[in-house]
């Protein structure tokens, strides 16, 4: 089984290549193709990838091109992981907005905004690739805005294009552990939009673990989430945010502490990565042990602005275990490719899932899959406060759609002005022209 990776010289590739490594079922992916457009970041992770298979006898084959259409024909599965502008374009994302007061966070508020208008049109041409080269495959998005970017890959390619994120795979396994249930035993109701969603349940044999976490304030305390958002705020909720809530939730504290920060966090990733790839280029250099540790000191530091702004200290070690997202994509590959039957929080076409959002809306929601691909379940009701959020960011991500489809500026303002984290439409019309000055790919927006 032939397995594409779209942004093949992307830093995280090597922990989908290590799950891959660790699967020796039937049927496992045997071939590897690493796609990039810059071929020295290519070579890097290929050296990274053969350090890691050395000793491993049935080690997946790796092969490297910047032919795209080489890449997609004739290919299993694609995995979508491009940086469009690269981490230099997600650090002027967050300076922009970060000037004018508002977040400029990667997926969330005005940055994801600008990323999206960056990366939408180039995904719709993958897509389009992908339909025209390689029909039969399927498509596992990790490319962000991981919604967004799902939802415009799927008017090409339907329901053979699946979004993934680890972050609720995260939290629902530390709000199992908490609660002393195998995560593998426990069905979540999680239900919202990428980065935009809410663990409102942990049901073990039927019952509801949820309530006993919730009623023990220590415990609360204890955990990522509860150290983000405080205990008297998820007892009023009644739920567990995703991480990404706390920039909704606690806007204002955000912004101050990612504009009292010495570099913004993609400044800090550029810089970080910047070095690893310098360093690799030597031969002498053991790739895999440099990488192994510029990702550690990345996993250490992740949402260290939202944590500094909410008091919750340095993540803890369980915290930093592997086994994210390439997990769940491993999983959903194995239960499409052998129909091995699965339950995953997966980024897919809303059908009736929530009724407040029409079939085609992409949303995060538990799914089945099986070799039909990846079927959402039905989920409680949104509360209030939840359907609110939900559907402002989805009219946001369907003028940001808008915006790519019909090359419109005013669309791109509209996007700007209704995002709940943009308080002016005046600020709209500044963010638009500066991301246009930014990044000269959005000269598009007429």
């Given at each position: 089984?032939r397995l594409?990776?779209?942004?093949g010289?992307?830093?995280?590739?090597?922990?989908?290549?290590?799950?891959?490594?660790?699967?020796h079922?039937?049927?496992?992916?045997?071939?590897?193709?690493l796609?990039?457009v810059?071929?020295?970041?290519?070579?890097a992770i290929?050296?990274?990838?053969?350090?890691?298979?050395?000793?491993?006898?049935?080690?997946?084959?790796?092969?490297?091109?910047?032919?795209l259409?080489?890449?997609?024909?004739?290919?299993?599965f694609?995995?979508?992981?491009?940086?469009?502008?690269?981490?230099?374009g997600?650090?002027a994302d967050?300076?922009?907005?970060?000037?004018e007061?508002?977040?400029g966070?990667?997926?969330?508020?005005?940055?994801g905004?600008?990323y999206?208008?960056?990366?939408?049109?180039?995904?719709?041409d993958i897509a389009?690739?992908?339909?025209?080269?390689?029909?039969?495959?399927?498509v596992?998005?990790?490319?962000?805005?991981?919604?967004?970017?799902t939802?415009?890959?799927?008017?090409?390619?339907?329901d053979r294009?699946?979004?993934?994120?680890d972050s609720p795979?995260?939290?629902?396994?530390r709000?199992?552990r908490?609660l002393?249930?195998d995560?593998?035993?426990?069905w979540?109701?999680?239900?919202?939009?990428n980065?935009?969603?809410?663990?409102?349940?942990?049901r073990?044999?039927?019952?509801?673990?949820?309530p006993?976490?919730?009623?023990?304030?220590?415990?609360?305390?204890?955990?990522?989430?509860?150290?983000l958002?405080?205990?008297?705020?998820l007892?009023?909720?009644?739920a567990?945010?995703?991480?990404?809530?706390?920039?909704?939730?606690?806007?204002?504290?955000a912004v101050?502490a990612?504009?009292?920060?010495?570099?913004?966090?993609?400044?800090f990733?550029?810089d970080?990565?910047?070095?690893?790839?310098?360093?690799v280029?030597?031969?002498g250099v053991?790739a895999?042990?440099?990488?192994?540790?510029?990702?550690?000191?990345?996993?250490a530091?992740?949402?260290?602005?939202?944590?500094?702004?909410?008091?919750?200290?340095?993540?803890?070690?369980?915290?930093?275990?592997?086994?994210?997202?390439?997990?769940?994509?491993l999983?959903l590959?194995r239960?499409?490719s052998?129909?091995e039957?699965?339950?995953?929080?997966l980024?897919v076409?809303?059908?009736?899932?929530l009724?407040?959002?029409?079939?085609?809306?992409?949303?995060?929601?538990?799914?089945?899959?099986d070799?039909?691909?990846?079927h959402?379940?039905?989920?409680?009701p949104?509360?209030?406060?939840?359907?609110g959020?939900?559907?402002a960011?989805?009219?946001v991500e369907?003028?940001?759609?808008a915006?790519?489809?019909?090359r419109?500026?005013?669309?791109?303002?509209?996007a700007?002005?209704?995002h709940p984290?943009v308080?002016?439409?005046?600020?709209?019309?500044?963010?638009?022209?500066?991301?246009q000055?930014?990044?000269?790919?959005?000269a598009y927006?007429?």
């Amino acid at each position: 089984m032939r397995l594409t990776i779209l942004g093949g010289g992307g830093f995280r590739v090597p922990l989908v290549y290590r799950a891959l490594l660790d699967d020796h079922e039937e049927g496992r992916v045997t071939d590897v193709v690493l796609y990039d457009v810059d071929a020295a970041r290519l070579d890097a992770i290929a050296r990274v990838l053969a350090e890691q298979a050395a000793g491993v006898p049935d080690a997946p084959a790796v092969r490297v091109t910047t032919d795209l259409d080489e890449a997609l024909r004739g290919t299993d599965f694609v995995f979508s992981a491009i940086r469009v502008g690269g981490l230099e374009g997600r650090a002027a994302d967050e300076r922009v907005a970060l000037a004018e007061g508002v977040l400029g966070q990667e997926t969330v508020g005005a940055g994801g905004i600008a990323y999206g208008l960056r990366t939408v049109p180039v995904a719709v041409d993958i897509a389009r690739r992908v339909a025209r080269l390689a029909p039969d495959a399927w498509v596992i998005n990790f490319t962000n805005p991981a919604g967004l970017v799902t939802e415009a890959m799927s008017r090409h390619l339907g329901d053979r294009v699946i979004g993934i994120c680890d972050s609720p795979v995260g939290l629902g396994r530390r709000v199992a552990r908490l609660l002393g249930v195998d995560p593998a035993r426990a069905w979540i109701d999680y239900v919202g939009l990428n980065h935009l969603g809410w663990l409102r349940s942990l049901r073990v044999d039927g019952r509801d673990e949820l309530p006993r976490l919730l009623a023990d304030r220590e415990l609360l305390g204890s955990f990522e989430e509860g150290k983000l958002f405080g205990p008297d705020w998820l007892q009023s909720l009644g739920a567990v945010p995703n991480e990404y809530l706390h920039y909704y939730y606690f806007n204002r504290e955000a912004v101050a502490a990612y504009q009292r920060a010495e570099r913004t966090r993609g400044a800090f990733l550029r810089d970080q990565q910047a070095q690893f790839y310098d360093a690799v280029r030597d031969p002498g250099v053991p790739a895999f042990k440099a990488w192994d540790a510029t990702r550690a000191e990345r996993e250490a530091t992740y949402m260290a602005a939202s944590r500094a702004a909410a008091g919750a200290g340095e993540r803890a070690p369980e915290d930093l275990e592997s086994g994210g997202y390439e997990q769940v994509a491993l999983a959903l590959m194995r239960a499409i490719s052998h129909d091995e039957r699965s339950t995953l929080i997966l980024n897919v076409r809303n059908r009736t899932t929530l009724a407040a959002l029409d079939a085609d809306a992409v949303v995060e929601v538990p799914c089945l899959v099986d070799s039909d691909g990846a079927h959402p379940v039905s989920v409680s009701p949104l509360t209030g406060h939840e359907l609110g959020l939900v559907c402002a960011v989805k009219a946001v991500e369907r003028e940001v759609l808008a915006a790519v489809e019909t090359r419109s500026r005013a669309a791109a303002v509209r996007a700007f002005a209704l995002h709940p984290l943009v308080d002016s439409v005046t600020v709209a019309h500044r963010l638009t022209t500066s991301y246009q000055e930014a990044h000269p790919t959005l000269a598009y927006l007429k």
